[in-house]
């Protein structure tokens, strides 16, 4: 599955190529959040205990347009997205973040119609993703801690699509969408985290959630 879905997406970016001679091309700089949490099977005794994590991203992105107010929009981003977990031990607050950092290329299919100089459109964004991190970073009562996750516990590549709404205004552009991902996020062979993690399906442990982003086009 995840092959397909990674030869259409090396299709869509070298079509978008091939219509760029003819078609209206900018080029663009973009970043903003990731609004993002564990989903999958997770037991109901522990599901309140993961919340949103908020992470970054950023990168160059090309916007191209195309007849009949579509636009194809290629990016390459580097994004960090993860889940907090948030509980009491001994009557002291721990809060662990577990956070991947991953090189991320998606393709948006974006349409919309022109205002002037403003033109709002909705979008369908397939992409993959390849993390190259991942960290646990931990804070219990204030003191915070940082350490470096073994990279063989968690999948190496990921692919997933988003659905949301941007707006251009001159050479901005401000788009929200939300991200889910189809791949998983540990191995089933590999070692938890934590022992909460031992309640979570490793076959269905994905990060999926929002993003919001600010970019510039020329």
Same mark, same amino acid.
């Given at each position: ?7 259409i997406l090396v299709c869509a970016v070298a079509l978008s190529i091939s219509f760029s001679a003819d ?5 663009? &700089?973009? @970043?903003?959040?990731?609004? !993002?949490?564990? /989903?999958?099977?997770?037991?109901? %005794?522990?599901? %309140?205990?993961?919340s949103t994590y908020t992470g970054f991203h950023g990168g160059v992105a090309l916007n191209i347009g ?7 929009? $290629?990016?390459?981003?580097? *994004?960090?997205?993860? /889940?907090?977990?948030?509980? =009491? ?5 721990? /809060? ?9 290329? $998606?393709?948006?299919? #974006?349409? @919309? ?14 992409? &993959? ?11 219990? =009562?204030?003191? +915070? ?9 968690? #999948?190496?590549?990921?692919? @997933?699509? @988003?659905?949301?709404?941007? &707006? =251009? ?14 791949? !998983?996020? *540990?191995?089933?062979?590999?070692? *938890? ?13 994905? &990060? ?7 970019? +510039?086009?020329?």
């Open positions: 599955m995840r092959k397909i879905f990674s030869f078609a209206q091309v900018k080029f663009g &700089i973009k @970043g903003g959040l990731n609004l !993002t949490n564990l /989903t999958g099977d997770v037991k109901q %005794d522990v599901k %309140d205990v993961f195309l007849p009949l107010g579509f636009a194809l929009q $290629p990016e390459v981003l580097y *994004t960090q997205k993860g /889940t907090s977990l948030k509980m =009491d031990i001994l009557g002291k607050s721990l /809060t662990s973040n577990i956070i991947s950092g991953a090189v991320q290329v $998606p393709v948006g299919v #974006q349409w @919309g119609f022109k205002l002037g100089p403003v033109r709002p459109f909705v979008q369908a964004v397939p992409y &993959i993703s390849f993390p190259v991190s991942y960290s646990l970073k931990t804070s219990l =009562d204030g003191e +915070i801690n940082r350490e470096k996750l073994e990279s063989e516990n968690f #999948q190496s590549f990921d692919y @997933g699509a @988003g659905l949301g709404v941007g &707006i =251009d205004i001159w050479k901005l552009q401000v788009s929200a969408k939300y991200n889910w991902s189809f791949g !998983t996020w *540990t191995k089933e062979s590999g070692e *938890t985290v934590s022992d909460i993690m031992d309640n979570v399906s490793k076959e269905n442990a994905k &990060i999926s959630g929002f993003e919001i982003s600010l970019g +510039i086009f020329f």
